[in-house]
């Protein structure tokens, strides 16, 4: 089964697809219906939604997050 996680960042439109089988960060293109796009109007007005992830936080680098430091 691959691990893939769509990721989308406050003050940024973009969603992007990390898919961690093969390594990769691609940006994915803007869904305009279906669930993710229902999900993308709840996320513009404002929501946060998780599913599937137990884990997850912002940091300033790749180099913050090696450090073990946590506070974006």
């Given amino acids: ?3 893939v996680v769509v990721i989308g ?3 940024e ?3 992007w ?3 961690l089988d093969a390594g990769t960060v691609t940006p994915l293109a803007t869904p305009a219906s279906g ?3 229902e999900a993308l109007k709840l996320r513009a007005s404002g929501a946060t939604i998780i599913k599937g992830v137990d ?3 912002v940091v300033g680098s790749a180099a913050e997050a090696l450090s073990g430091h946590l506070d974006g």
């Fill in 9 to 11: 960042l406050p003050g």
């Fill in 13 to 15: 439109d973009k969603l």
């Fill in 35 to 37: 669930p993710l796009g």
């Fill in 17 to 19: 697809v990390a898919d």
């Fill in 55 to 57: 884990f997850s936080v």
């Fill in 1 to 3: 089964m691959a691990k």
